[in-house]
């Protein structure tokens, strides 16, 4: 652990002279030279936000979301999109939208995640006169223009291209994927919640108050599209299945995409069981992606997207398929990979995303966090639901962190990993990665440290926030208190 921690304020650096953020990864090479692993991503540093605010480290975020806010773009096409990444250079910042990133792709979950970690800054620091602040104000606003502009396609959902979220790279995952729609849940719940500060001061005006109502009825609308086209279970199953096709009209059809049974994929009646449900990667007309996505379905669960029953069929799912998804090193971060013909057209022959690798069913430590951190918010939230079920999750994801715990430091901290397994450190994996190091302190802290502070990832909660962190140092501030509370035990 004291590695982790040591690794981990290696990561950080400095922009204009105070710590901003952490780079990608460690690792240094003359062949690494000119990638851009030493740049600070705004998606890569939501765990490290998430930590720093854990552990009260409240003016380095603050920092990073005054630079993401710099950075937005003002230009006509990309009016409100938060980079990619930035770094400084000769007491410059530059700042990646798409135009320098390997096939020129643009990623769209950057933008979604800076209103989540917003709120999460002010609930945790107090600090409200940050989220009234004009500026913070006028993003969210120059967000909402952008997300929440008229379309040609009526559905509540954001349209994106293939790669444009932690799936960098040609996956099939264009149109609605899952990740995204799940993170603009929660970005639009973000927003409200920053402007209901303004509201609830009385300096919001009419503006705002449209505007706030406008962005709860696209979230509201969004939750039920979402939980209508993209929860399955064995039972949905059946009934798409046996649905007619070829139909048309407003309020009579019943297959709105227009779904064959055919592409239903044979695996799925197993996968599923007779309890389980999950989330599918996308809905397309006549194409819906059945594959499992950890990282939306974890989000879903978090954000409060799923009802409490629904996160109870995932983690029967997760638990059910454990040996597909957490293996020997936990947790894959899509199911199942393409292979033969449909990686090679699929994916462009891309040789990071061979079957097994990457993000063609690799293996990503990073993943498990979030994972747990949904338990732990349904056990705080529904804490007398099925206890035989949770306590299986939790005995689960305790076997989960000492796998990690006996591997990544002697694995120097990859990447990803490959293989069915996930045994072998990833073909092409950087070694000392961010996220990786982060995501397993974030495991120990909410495993073993302060399972209460999963309150953070709350964002619904609007109540006053005391991490544990706070309670160390009450603890500091009264050595009588503490001398009394010894004598006693």
């Not at 690792?27 to 890569?44: K, P, W």
């Not at 003002?74 to 990619?84: D, I, K, M």
């Not at 320098?100 to 989540?116: E, H, K, M, N, Q």
């Not at 819906?288 to 029953?309: C, H, V």
């Amino acid at each position: 652990m004291r590695q982790a921690e040591e690794l981990f304020e290696q990561t950080l650096v400095n922009v204009r002279g105070q710590l901003a953020g952490a780079v990608a990864a460690l690792e240094s090479s003359v062949h690494d030279s000119e990638l851009n692993y030493g740049e600070i991503f705004l998606r890569d540093n939501v765990p490290v936000m998430v930590y720093l605010l854990l552990r009260g480290r409240f003016e380095i975020v603050r920092h990073f979301l005054d630079l993401c806010l710099e950075l937005q773009s003002r230009s006509y096409r990309t009016r409100g999109v938060f980079p990619t990444s930035f770094v400084e250079e000769d007491d410059k910042i530059l700042a990646d939208y798409g135009q320098r990133s390997i096939g020129r792709i643009t990623s769209v979950d950057a933008s979604l995640w800076w209103p989540v970690l917003c709120w999460m800054y002010v609930r945790a620091s107090g600090d409200t006169s940050y989220g009234t602040s004009p500026k913070v104000q006028r993003a969210v606003q120059l967000l909402l223009d952008l997300v929440l502009q008229p379309s040609f396609y009526e559905p509540p959902v954001l349209f994106v291209p293939d790669c444009a979220f932690m799936i960098d790279r040609p996956m099939d995952v264009w149109g609605a994927p899952l990740e995204v729609e799940v993170l603009l849940f929660g970005c639009l719940k973000s927003c409200c919640q920053l402007m209901s500060l303004v509201e609830g001061g009385g300096h919001g005006g009419p503006l705002i108050q449209q505007r706030l109502e406008l962005t709860r009825t696209w979230m509201r609308d969004l939750r039920v599209y979402l939980l209508n086209h993209y929860w399955v279970t064995s039972k949905t199953m059946q009934v798409l299945r046996r649905r007619p096709t070829e139909q048309y009209g407003d309020y009579q059809s019943r297959n709105e995409f227009n779904v064959q049974p055919e592409v239903i994929p044979h695996w799925l009646q197993e996968w599923l069981d007779d309890r389980g449900g999950y989330l599918i990667g996308n809905m397309r007309t006549g194409r819906p992606d059945f594959r499992f996505y950890s990282l939306g379905n974890a989000l879903g669960s978090l954000f409060g997207l799923l009802t409490g029953p629904q996160q109870l069929a995932l983690f029967r799912l997760v638990i059910h398929n454990r040996h597909h998804l957490m293996a020997e090193m936990p947790m894959r971060i899509c199911h199942p990979p393409m292979d033969q013909d449909e990686w090679i057209t699929n994916t462009g022959m891309d040789p990071k995303n061979w079957p097994w690798s990457y993000h063609n069913g690799g293996h990503w430590p990073s993943l498990l966090w979030p994972m747990a951190a949904a338990v732990l918010m349904h056990q705080r939230l529904y804490p007398n639901d099925d206890l035989l079920l949770l306590g299986q999750t939790r005995t689960m994801l305790e076997e989960c962190y000492w796998q990690q715990l006996n591997q990544l430091p002697r694995q120097q901290w990859a990447e990803y990993f490959d293989g069915p397994t996930g045994t072998w450190v990833g073909q092409q994996a950087r070694i000392n990665q961010t996220w990786t190091i982060v995501g397993f302190l974030l495991l120990h802290h909410l495993m073993r440290k302060a399972p209460q502070d999963v309150k953070l990832l709350d964002l619904d909660d609007v109540g006053p926030l005391r991490l544990s962190f706070q309670d160390q140092k009450q603890q500091k501030s009264s050595p009588d208190e503490r001398k009394s509370f010894l004598k006693n035990y």
